[in-house]
């Protein structure tokens, strides 16, 4: 299996912390461009892949979604999500995503929320996915982009002027790389953006749309930090259907 | 128009020694990669948008297209290109790719190699192809890459421990970059790779296949100067099909 960093204790309680852990889907500035890319969920059947605490399970219910199983690695994160939670039409389940069995045909769409750039196997994963589907259904998913798991070390840089950048290194070369971030070594799998749609396409999908995510002015005004983030996209979201 | 800098001398002078320039398809690092995205050319009608010395127009002739139509915007370009040309079937126009009426459904192929950076109105471009393709005819281009057009300045930089990177900013804020590149002042036009697809997407377009492109280890090892060409991609090489 692919590392459970959410089960490490200095990271899950950093991750705890962070507003999106805190707020829910609201916490999450790249949430409203996620949701632009959901169809109307009213009766639809619904895959969760990573749910964490569950809010995007729980929201959906309130969208009318009939019925949703949920998916994490981490009993912790399960455990607080099946406290927070009291719908029986929400189903909490543990396991890998780097070995799951998907049923076939069962789903009208798959989630999944930060989830991918975790996965070594992703052509396995997705192929899972794809299976899950109904005909017709959709996949939406946030993950890092490449252009921000690509360096080795993945830090800001500040030129002569006082110009922030971002530098890149060894985009083409795929693989894991290793990060410091909430605690020490945290492995990510850097993927080229060309190669996560085509492993989409191949697998028989159309892609719909693709968003590589910065924040809008209004964002920027109501929290000037988020300024940077449009230097260089931190996450790619994407909607593709079967 | 947009600026047409192939009728600049000193871009044209510098342009002109480039290996591409001397030695054809078989001088552009990128082209075995262009060339698999290319269906059996036999018996097709194809439109080459910025078809410069009108190389890729005679090879696809040697491989059995009925007809070509080579459209360039340089007069310079295009005399050099009817110079090197005896084919009837080849016939040479010249256009500016921002304002050119494309008759509809034509054409079976439309190709086009590094030339959509310097077109600041994309949209209508591709809404021109889209109209002259015939349904199922497909488009193969190659561009720059927007992690090589955002920054605002595009230069290499060496880090304390004396390895390149490719700095980038701006990644998210589209529109014209002012590049010194054989000349001073040579206009492109950054677009998101998101923002590319989205249109073809929208224009009604089945995407094909991507590829965000780099050297090989055989081109690594035949010329070991491009190996700074796999930190970050300097092209996408995109197929489409209407």
Not at 63 to 82: C, F, N, P, T, Y
Not at 94 to 105: H, K, N, R, V, Y
Not at 218 to 226: F, R, T, V
Request: proline fraction near 5%.
């Amino acid at each position: 299996m692919s590392q459970n960093i959410y089960d490490n204790e200095e990271f899950f309680a950093g991750y705890a912390k962070l507003p999106r852990s805190l707020h829910g889907l609201d916490g999450a500035p790249e949430w409203p461009a996620l949701r632009a890319l959901l169809p109307d969920l009213r009766d639809l059947n619904l895959l969760d892949l990573g749910c964490g605490y569950g809010w995007f399970s729980r929201w959906a219910r309130q969208q009318g979604a009939r019925h949703v199983v949920a998916i994490d690695v981490s009993e912790k994160m399960l455990s607080r999500a099946r406290a927070d939670t009291r719908d029986a039409a929400i189903v909490y389940r543990t396991a890998d995503l780097e070995s799951i069995e998907l049923p076939a045909g069962r789903f009208d769409l798959v989630y999944s929320s930060l989830v991918f750039h975790y996965i070594g196997d992703l052509d396995r994963l997705l192929g899972q996915v794809q299976h899950a589907l109904v005909p017709g259904g959709r996949l939406v998913f946030s993950a890092e982009h490449p252009i921000y798991t690509a360096p080795a070390d993945g830090r800001w840089s500040v030129d002569a002027a006082g110009r922030k950048n971002w530098p890149i290194d060894n985009y083409l070369n795929e693989g894991p790389r290793s990060r410091d971030w909430l605690t020490r070594g945290v492995v990510k799998h850097h993927r080229m953006l060309g190669t996560v749609i085509n492993l989409l396409l191949r697998l028989g999908f159309s892609l719909l749309q693709i968003n590589e995510w910065g924040p809008t002015d209004a964002q920027i005004a109501a929290a000037p930090e988020l300024a940077d983030e449009r230097h260089r996209p931190i996450f790619v979201l994407i909607a593709a259907q079967r």
